[in-house]
C-alpha cells in the first residue's frame, strides 16, 4: 500500500465482518446476501467488483446501514480513488474542475443577468463579518435562489473556486483535490475572522463540520451550523417573520449529503417546511433510504446518461405521491433535477426549500430554474465535445494553492460550440428537439 493510500484509508478494516448487510439494504444495488458477501470481498482486495463501483450512487446510506460502523461508503471511495490515479478522469469531469479554462463556474458566468454577476462577484470579494453564509460551488450556480430580503444583510463568501469544500470531490474519492480544498477553505475562511459559518449547501456543512477534520486533520476555528437550521431558529425567534400559509403539497427529496448530516437535520427540513404551511407527502424511499437526485449516479462510469436517466428514476417516485411540487434542500440537486426535468419532460415544478419560506413571508422567488437549465445543457453541449478533440482521453485535475487564482481571462473565453449553441436555444422548436432526442436516446439504452 502506497503512503498516499494510508493517509487516506478511511474504511474501518478491523471492524468488518464482510457481512454484507450493507450492499444487501442498499435501495440501489439490493444485493443478494451471499453475492453482497463476495462484493465486499472484491472490494476489501482491490478486486474487479460486479456491481459495486459501476452502480454506485455515492449516496452515504451503506454507512449508515452497517451494524459495525466500518464505514463501508469510504472503501468505495477508496477503490474510486485507485481509479482516479491510475486512469483519470472522464472528459466530462473538466467541467467540474474549477481550475480548468472552460468549467462550469465560469462558462455559467458568462450567461448569468447582471444582477448574478454582481452577487458573485462579492461573494469572490466578501467583506470581514463575525457570520458569513458560504455560498460555495453548488449555490453559485444558482445564486439566484439567494436573493431576498430575508438575506440581503448576510455576507456571502465563496465560489466555484472554493471547490465546494471539498464535498463534490469527496463523493468522488478524489481524495488528494479533497485536501488542497480543505486547504483552500481553511485559508480563504481564515482571513474573515467569522465566528460562525452557516453553509447554504448542507455537503460544505458536513465537510467543514466532519470530514475535514476528523478525516484530513483540517481543524476551523468557528462554529459551522447547517443555513437550513439557522434559518428555522431565525422563524422561531421572530427574526423572519411568516406572513401566510403556502397552501401546497410537496414532496421532499432528502439529499445524499443530509444522509451525513444525521438524523437531526431531516428534522430539521422537515420542520422549516412545516413552518410553511405545506403539507408534507413522503417519497417512498426518503431520510437514509432516499434515492440520489442524479448526480451521485455520474460516479461510477462519468455518464450524463446515467445522470439523467437516474434524475427520472427520483421525478416518477415524487410523482406517484401526488404532490403538486417537489421541494429540495441542496443547490445541486435544483440544478441537476431542473436539468433533468427539461430533458425528460417532468411537469412536476421544483422548489428550493428557501423558495418556499419565501413564500410564507409574502415574497416571490426569481424561480429561474429552467432558464439556468437549459443555460447548464447549453455549457455541457459545448464544452465536453471541445474537449475531447483538444485533449487526450484521459484527465487528471491539477494541483491549486490555498490561495485563490486570478484568472479572468476565462471570463472572456467564448468556445466557437457556445457561440453556435447558445441562440438555438433561446428557441422552444430546438429545445424540445433535443428533449425528444435525449428521451430516444434513453430509451435505447
Known amino acids: 500500500m502506497s503512503e498516499k493510500q494510508e493517509i487516506y484509508s478511511f474504511f474501518k478494516r478491523d471492524s468488518c465482518t464482510e457481512c454484507g448487510d450493507c450492499l444487501v439494504k442498499c435501495p440501489v444495488m439490493q444485493l443478494s446476501p451471499p453475492e453482497a458477501k463476495k462484493e465486499i470481498r472484491r472490494l476489501i482486495n482491490s478486486e474487479k467488483t460486479k456491481y459495486v463501483l459501476a452502480k454506485c450512487t455515492t449516496c452515504f446510506s451503506c454507512n449508515i446501514y452497517c451494524p459495525q460502523k466500518a ?35 465560469s462558462a455559467l458566468w458568462k450567461k448569468f443577468p447582471e444582477d448574478e454577476r454582481e452577487k458573485i462577484q462579492s461573494w469572490a470579494n466578501p467583506q470581514k463579518s463575525d457570520l458569513v453564509i458560504i455560498g460555495g460551488g453548488m449555490t453559485s450556480l444558482v445564486p439566484y435562489i439567494t436573493q431576498s430580503k430575508i438575506l440581503e444583510n448576510a455576507t456571502f463568501v465563496g465560489t466555484g473556486d472554493f471547490w465546494t469544500s471539498g464535498g463534490l470531490y469527496y463523493q468522488l474519492g478524489l481524495f488528494d483535490v479533497v485536501e488542497q480544498a480543505g486547504r483552500r477553505v481553511e485559508k480563504q475562511l481564515g482571513k474573515l475572522g467569522a465566528k460562525k459559518v452557516i453553509p447554504f449547501y448542507v455537503g460544505e456543512y458536513v465537510m467543514l463540520k466532519r470530514i475535514l477534520p476528523q478525516k484530513f486533520g483540517i481543524k476551523f476555528n468557528f462554529q459551522v451550523q447547517p443555513f437550513e437550521e439557522w434559518l428555522l431558529e431565525k422563524i422561531k425567534k421572530g427574526e423572519v417573520k411568516l406572513k401566510s400559509k403556502v397552501k401546497m403539497k410537496v414532496t421532499l427529496h432528502d439529499s445524499c449529503w443530509s444522509k451525513a448530516a444525521g438524523e437531526e437535520f431531516f428534522e430539521t427540513v422537515r420542520n422549516l417546511l412545516n413552518t410553511t404551511g405545506v403539507e408534507l407527502v413522503e417519497m417512498k424511499h426518503h431520510k437514509e433510504n432516499a434515492l440520489c437526485c442524479g448526480f451521485g449516479a455520474g460516479a461510477g462510469r462519468y455518464s450524463m446518461l446515467d445522470i439523467i436517466s437516474y434524475a427520472g428514476k427520483r421525478f416518477k417516485e415524487a410523482e406517484e405521491t401526488g404532490a403538486d411540487a417537489l421541494a429540495v434542500h441542496c443547490a445541486g440537486c435544483l440544478w441537476i433535477m431542473s436539468v433533468a426535468k427539461e430533458l425528460l419532460g417532468a411537469k412536476m415544478p421544483i422548489y428550493h426549500i428557501f423558495e418556499i419560506v419565501q413564500l410564507a413571508a409574502g415574497e416571490q422567488p426569481l424561480h429561474r430554474h429552467s432558464e439556468r437549465a437549459w443555460d447548464i445543457i447549453g455549457t455541457v453541449l459545448a464544452h465536453p465535445i471541445a474537449n475531447i478533440v483538444r485533449t487526450g482521453k484521459k484527465y487528471w485535475i491539477a494541483p491549486f494553492p ?10 472572456e473565453d467564448k468556445p466557437l460550440l457556445s457561440k453556435l449553441i447558445n441562440p438555438l436555444l433561446k428557441r422552444n422548436s430546438v429545445k424540445k428537439l433535443i428533449s425528444k432526442t435525449f428521451r430516444i436516446i434513453l430509451s435505447l439504452r
Open 71 to 105: 464505514d463501508p461508503y469510504e472503501l468505495i471511495l477508496m477503490r474510486w480513488f485507485d481509479r482516479y490515479r491510475k486512469n483519470g478522469l472522464g472528459q466530462t469531469m473538466k467541467l467540474l474542475s474549477p481550475n480548468h479554462p472552460r468549467n462550469l463556474w
Open 402 to 411: 490555498p490561495e485563490i487564482e486570478t484568472r479572468t481571462e476565462q471570463l
